[in-house]
């Protein structure tokens, strides 16, 4: 059986006129044959509103509850898709996450699949039902409601088109991916295609279209994957493996991640234990670190920088009080004013000059930068905000972004 | 173990200052040593909201997609009063309906519950937490979520007190039951204790403190029932097995129930099989049928009309106008300006006289009913909305309510 999961955001239901427009277009699918499962996420800005009433009770809520609490945006979205399905003649039902029992690991708030069961969403296909899953939500072995974090729908639209061998198509508020983002630079260029890894850099370093998880996984398993504009009319952009027809250009894009949390930690006693002890800690709560800098030791001590998502915050002060304690020679300081800019490009493997050419236009241009980091394709750098837009002008024009 | 099964309604949840003043109110009374399982509503007019943007879909929603949009308003409640007692140092944890597994049947929006597994509760109490479940909502045998209809939460806190042989506290925005509801009629006087009886015919005739079902299930099983103010600190009314240190009055309290809706059948011909159609298709659509009145034959034909609740309307002319293909000599009328009044009192059984004064009443006071119906214990008419007031004071005066 040839399947279509289809992914559609938050924005892209955020209302019910939207519910419906939606709905029309998938009835019109279903009638031209296909066999659809569509992932849907917490309307418009649900999601913060509730998480909003939970902050009013406590700055930090109890994760379990949290997720009680979370899951249940998706699982309005998914009633009333199915609903205005159902109002157009066509048959459809709403399965919640525990219903497709997506089973994930016991980590709150930012739960791993474990497994899917395919055979409730084989059976309900078989009788012609669109089914209609609610994103970013799981259930452990006891039952307990989990969520998979933000963006933890992609990962469900990419894990389900995985478990049934089906395509993916993520619908969004913008038509495709962008060389740079186009709000921050409004001549960036539409890609027609990308291969995993250029996604992965874009994604995680900020595109912010797709969640990076979803495209580790359909990376993992092959699942080609859509991405176009909500109103499922114009070209969109793929995501797939790299191939030769692929544009080879150096740098194929420039991702921007304004969410970002500067931690400086100096004067650490120059002992890989110390190190090792501040990113064990972190990880123990869960906490995704990036751009890790370290200076070479001076006076027998090293000063370490790195990058978290602002909203790690309130976990990491707890951390940090911690480590306070058990090294109370070294200093803690946060900067929240930093961008993290990223050049991305698969031809970057076999293209040298690119890392060159990048110091000489901070260079010419006097734009300072705070860390450096780079991988196979691309260079990461953190510059300050007031620095950006020059910063997006300059390096968009030197690789013709 | 002794447990103790506390309610509460929308109202009482109806904000977050709310549910943390009740999340107080719990942990106090768990530091005393009880053992709280704790049911709540959706907050204030959650459900109500739900419920117009699924008829913005469509006016005749699917009822299982209806169930599954409902049923996030008591997932919402449970998630932030468990956090508000977490917040507060007592260990807690939430319950939907299908994690208790409540098990219903499958009529969508007016489940019945088939069984309730008490283990998972009675583990989550020996670790000593307050257990806070999902009022309104259950699950069928295939996992679909189901809700108990309107008033459904006071069925919820009724079943678990039975499974666990608890004590069953229901608090409301009242504080306690009334012999007339105070909003018609002021001078009403609170009543300290009721029999299961009295407050079935007070509550199925519209007193609206508690669901009907839920007393029934309560006198099924034995559970006596406190209903209380949500403030927690005034005396209420118990509502118990009938004994002898009740009051011996002949009335006991009036019930006043507007949202009722009057049909009237007319021209139906004089055959038993017709009145049987009429009603078993009615039947067939779960629509709950009260104060039926039939005349004698004329000319070999019969009138009949009968009342329903108002939100049945929409199912109720599918099942009409079917009837009109089937019967088309007869006529079909609603009334929907009537208001049904009741007076009720367990020493109707035993004191006669009762409907002959309150005929006199009527009659002396021009006060025109459109049905009469008696029961072993209530005696209750239809009046025109017009009426009400005048007929609510002068029975007041009459039976000294």
Same mark, same amino acid.
């Given at each position: 059986?040839?399947?279509?999961?289809?992914?559609?955001?938050?924005?892209?239901?955020?209302?019910?006129?939207? @519910?419906?427009?939606?709905?029309?277009?998938?009835?019109?699918?279903?009638?031209?044959?296909?066999?659809?499962?569509?992932?849907?996420?917490?309307?418009?800005?649900?999601?913060?509103?509730?998480?909003?009433?939970?902050?009013?009770?406590?700055?930090?809520?109890?994760?379990?509850?949290?997720?009680?609490?979370?899951?249940?945006?998706?699982?309005?979205?998914?009633?009333?898709?199915?609903?205005?399905?159902?109002?157009?003649?066509?048959?459809? @039902?709403?399965?919640?996450?525990?219903?497709?029992?997506?089973?994930?690991?016991?980590?709150?708030?930012?739960?791993?699949?474990?497994?899917?069961?395919?055979?409730?969403?084989?059976?309900?296909?078989?009788?012609?039902?669109?089914?209609?899953?609610?994103?970013?939500?799981?259930?452990?072995?006891?039952?307990?409601?989990?969520?998979?974090?933000?963006?933890?729908?992609?990962?469900? +639209?990419?894990?389900?088109?995985?478990?049934?061998?089906?395509?993916? !198509?993520?619908?969004?508020?913008?038509?495709?991916?962008?060389?740079?983002?186009?709000?921050?630079?409004?001549? +960036?260029?539409?890609?027609?295609?990308?291969?995993?890894?250029?996604?992965?850099?874009?994604?995680?370093?900020?595109?912010?279209?797709?969640?990076?998880?979803?495209?580790?996984?359909?990376?993992?398993?092959?699942?080609?994957?859509?991405?176009?504009?909500?109103?499922?009319?114009?070209?969109?952009?793929?995501?797939?493996?790299?191939?030769?027809?692929?544009?080879?250009?150096?740098?194929?894009?420039?991702?921007?991640?304004?969410?970002?949390?500067?931690?400086?930690?100096?004067?650490?006693?120059?002992?890989?234990?110390?190190?090792?002890?501040?990113?064990?800690?972190?990880?123990?709560?869960? @906490?995704?670190?990036?751009?890790?800098?370290?200076?070479?030791?001076?006076?027998?001590?090293?000063?370490?920088?790195?990058?978290? !998502?602002?909203?790690?915050?309130?976990?990491?002060?707890?951390?940090?009080?911690?480590?306070?304690?058990?090294?109370?020679?070294?200093?803690?300081?946060?900067?929240?004013?930093?961008?993290?800019?990223?050049? %991305?490009?698969?031809?970057?493997?076999?293209?040298?000059?690119?890392?060159?050419?990048?110091?000489? %236009?901070?260079?010419?241009?006097?734009?300072?930068?705070?860390?450096?980091?780079?991988?196979?394709?691309?260079?990461?750098?953190?510059?300050?905000?007031?620095?950006?837009?020059?910063?997006?002008?300059?390096?968009?024009?030197?690789?013709?972004?």
């Amino acid at each position: 059986m040839k399947i279509n999961v289809l992914k559609f955001g938050g924005t892209s239901v955020g209302s019910i006129e939207k @519910i419906q427009s939606i709905a029309k277009k998938l009835v019109n699918r279903k009638k031209q044959g296909e066999n659809l499962v569509v992932v849907v996420s917490a309307m418009g800005k649900s999601t913060d509103e509730l998480l909003n009433m939970a902050k009013l009770i406590t700055p930090n809520p109890d994760k379990r509850e949290l997720d009680m609490l979370l899951s249940t945006g998706e699982q309005v979205t998914i009633a009333l898709l199915s609903m205005a399905i159902n109002a157009l003649g066509c048959k459809s @039902i709403s399965m919640t996450g525990s219903q497709v029992s997506i089973k994930t690991d016991s980590t709150h708030s930012k739960a791993r699949i474990n497994s899917i069961d395919k055979d409730n969403m084989l059976n309900y296909l078989s009788e012609d039902r669109i089914i209609v899953v609610a994103g970013f939500q799981g259930v452990t072995e006891n039952g307990d409601i989990t969520t998979l974090g933000r963006g933890g729908s992609d990962t469900t +639209a990419v894990s389900l088109a995985a478990i049934l061998n089906a395509s993916c !198509e993520i619908y969004t508020d913008v038509d495709g991916v962008y060389s740079i983002d186009p709000r921050k630079y409004p001549k +960036a260029k539409k890609l027609e295609s990308l291969d995993y890894d250029e996604m992965l850099e874009m994604a995680s370093l900020g595109a912010g279209i797709i969640d990076v998880r979803a495209i580790e996984m359909a990376h993992k398993y092959k699942v080609p994957i859509f991405i176009g504009l909500n109103t499922m009319d114009v070209p969109g952009t793929i995501v797939k493996e790299y191939d030769d027809n692929m544009e080879k250009k150096a740098v194929t894009g420039m991702s921007i991640n304004e969410n970002i949390l500067m931690v400086s930690v100096s004067d650490i006693p120059f002992d890989a234990s110390n190190v090792a002890r501040i990113f064990s800690k972190i990880a123990s709560k869960n @906490i995704i670190v990036d751009m890790i800098s370290q200076t070479a030791p001076h006076n027998n001590q090293i000063n370490i920088s790195f990058t978290v !998502e602002k909203d790690d915050l309130y976990d990491l002060e707890a951390v940090l009080i911690d480590l306070k304690d058990e090294m109370p020679s070294c200093d803690f300081s946060f900067n929240d004013e930093l961008i993290k800019l990223s050049v %991305v490009g698969v031809g970057m493997i076999s293209q040298s000059g690119v890392a060159s050419k990048l110091f000489d %236009v901070f260079s010419e241009n006097n734009i300072h930068f705070y860390q450096v980091t780079t991988s196979e394709i691309s260079i990461s750098y953190t510059v300050h905000s007031d620095d950006l837009d020059r910063a997006i002008n300059v390096i968009a024009k030197v690789f013709k972004l």
